[in-house]
């Protein structure tokens, strides 16, 4: 059974890849590949299973399928929100208030000035609602479509390592974060030099290959096809970035989830926009945009894609299959020693931090997690490098592939980036970052961090 769910994934996931070779979108091959997976476990089970009633086993899957669904429902319902406020924002001309500030049109100080604009932004908010609102942007300051994936596919690489050194700015740094494994001025302080590497590096190479100028967009376009007040203009966009950054103070004051959050400021721009359209909307400026209206533009495919390659890996997890693998990680590495000292747990790291550019991160670090659980005796204890590096790998890892990182599907959504290209022009600049800055990572934790008492003590 395991086989035939591997070699299903493999199969699924190379149809996403050569999504434009085989001319199949890629959602369609994402659904479907998660519909088989389920599909091969359950009758694996109901036909092969162990000892177990066929009443109990439906009542079990049925159990697993809600837990999944619900699961990658939260982050589905994010997505749907993020775009949502982002493209509202947009039909608005909100992002002129920052696309005027960015006077340049020199590529290398553009790439510069974006660039640490998202790594900064994203440990406020998270990645990908960070790469939503930046590709919002490129779509402002960039016109020649190949050009803006450069651009975005550096977005995809800053927002993922912006959101790795913030207890915030990851799905998974948030998962270690309230499960006690690290600390929230502890996991900034350890790995925000090496976040730092992962997204300096990349953009200094990307940089030194950039040439020229670009040219002037298009500044009388209006998305929304109606002229926009100043004044609504800059209201909607006060509140809907407004709306973004109360999304972590939502969670962290109700410890509700983030998707709630988002929904909120969903309905309080709904709620604005409605009263803007219906009482200010004129002859000569046209109707006023809703986010009844806005939901139009959604990228419903992306958001179907995500639902589909999410409960793809959550049956690789309800399989046991990463199970299987986190326990082999174990065997095979835990036990390296430089010395004395061990350092098996950094190549562990290393090696999940590439796995969540295939498989997704959450799972992976949950099954970590699951391994190495807190309390007396426990082999990693709170702000054990383990941990530090971990949330280091998986939030940068991602980077390698496009649809390895919840930045990188939302922008290959927004934007239609072919995988293949992505993996030519882009992954190697991310491998880049990400050695960089575990390099980064190793030397300040067994030398830094070992020798200074105060900034040990702080961390």
């Given at each position: 059974m395991l086989v035939f769910i591997v070699a299903a994934f493999i199969v699924g996931y190379a149809c996403i890849a050569l999504e434009h070779p085989l001319k199949i979108n890629k959602t369609a091959s994402a659904l479907l590949l998660g519909v088989v997976l389920w599909t091969i476990y359950a009758l694996s089970q109901s036909y092969f299973g162990a000892a177990m009633s066929t009443e109990e086993w439906r009542t079990a899957l049925s159990g697993s399928l809600v837990h999944h669904l619900g699961s990658t429902a939260e982050i589905v319902f994010f997505l749907l929100g993020a775009m949502t406020i982002v493209t509202l924002v947009d039909e608005y001309e909100g992002f002129r208030i920052i696309t005027q500030l960015i006077t340049t049109r020199n590529k290398r100080k553009l790439l510069w000035i974006l660039s640490f604009i998202t790594f900064f932004f994203s440990a406020v908010l998270d990645n990908m609602t960070t790469a939503i609102v930046m590709c919002a942007l490129l779509r402002k300051l960039i016109t020649d479509q190949k050009e803006r994936w450069l651009f975005a596919g550096m977005v995809i690489l800053a927002a993922n390592a912006g959101g790795a050194w913030s207890p915030i700015g990851d799905v998974t740094t948030i998962m270690l974060w309230i499960g006690g494994q690290v600390t929230t001025v502890n996991i900034m302080v350890k790995t925000f030099f090496a976040s730092l590497a992962c997204m300096v590096v990349p953009v200094a190479i990307?940089?030194?290959?950039?040439?020229?100028?670009?040219?002037?967009?298009?500044?009388?376009?209006?998305?929304?096809?109606?002229?926009?007040?100043?004044?609504?203009?800059?209201?909607?966009?006060?509140?809907?970035?407004?709306?973004?950054?109360?999304?972590?103070?939502?969670?962290?004051?109700?410890?509700?989830?983030?998707?709630?959050?988002?929904?909120?400021?969903?309905?309080?721009?709904?709620?604005?926009?409605?009263?803007?359209?219906?009482?200010?909307?004129?002859?000569?400026?046209?109707?006023?945009?809703?986010?009844?209206?806005?939901?139009?533009?959604?990228?419903?495919?992306?958001?179907?894609?995500?639902?589909?390659?999410?409960?793809?890996?959550?049956?690789?997890?309800?399989?046991?299959?990463?199970?299987?693998?986190?326990?082999?990680?174990?065997?095979?590495?835990?036990?390296?020693?430089?010395?004395?000292?061990?350092?098996?747990?950094?190549?562990?790291?290393?090696?999940?931090?590439?796995?969540?550019?295939?498989?997704?991160?959450?799972?992976?670090?949950?099954?970590?997690?699951?391994?190495?659980?807190?309390?007396?005796?426990?082999?990693?204890?709170?702000?054990?490098?383990?941990?530090?590096?971990?949330?280091?790998?998986?939030?940068?890892?991602?980077?390698?592939?496009?649809?390895?990182?919840?930045?990188?599907?939302?922008?290959?959504?927004?934007?239609?980036?072919?995988?293949?290209?992505?993996?030519?022009?882009?992954?190697?600049?991310?491998?880049?970052?990400?050695?960089?800055?575990?390099?980064?990572?190793?030397?300040?934790?067994?030398?830094?961090?070992?020798?200074?008492?105060?900034?040990?003590?702080?961390?």
């Open positions: 990307c940089g030194a290959m950039l040439k020229g100028e670009l040219g002037e967009p298009d500044k009388n376009i209006h998305y929304s096809g109606v002229k926009i007040e100043p004044k609504w203009r800059n209201l909607i966009f006060f509140v809907g970035i407004g709306a973004l950054v109360f999304v972590p103070v939502f969670k962290t004051i109700t410890h509700l989830p983030p998707y709630l959050g988002m929904l909120f400021g969903v309905a309080v721009l709904w709620v604005l926009t409605e009263i803007i359209s219906r009482k200010y909307s004129t002859e000569d400026s046209g109707v006023l945009p809703t986010a009844s209206k806005t939901l139009e533009h959604i990228d419903t495919p992306s958001v179907l894609f995500f639902l589909g390659i999410l409960m793809a890996v959550a049956c690789l997890e309800t399989c046991g299959i990463l199970g299987m693998l986190a326990d082999g990680l174990n065997t095979s590495f835990m036990g390296i020693k430089a010395g004395d000292e061990p350092i098996g747990f950094f190549i562990i790291d290393l090696i999940i931090g590439v796995l969540s550019s295939i498989i997704d991160n959450v799972p992976l670090v949950a099954a970590a997690m699951g391994m190495y659980p807190l309390g007396d005796g426990a082999m990693f204890a709170t702000n054990h490098p383990f941990w530090e590096f971990l949330a280091y790998c998986a939030g940068t890892g991602g980077s390698l592939l496009i649809i390895g990182s919840a930045a990188g599907v939302a922008v290959m959504g927004m934007e239609k980036i072919d995988f293949i290209w992505y993996l030519k022009k882009i992954s190697w600049l991310a491998l880049a970052g990400y050695i960089a800055g575990a390099i980064v990572f190793i030397l300040m934790d067994v030398t830094l961090f070992e020798q200074i008492a105060w900034l040990r003590d702080l961390a």
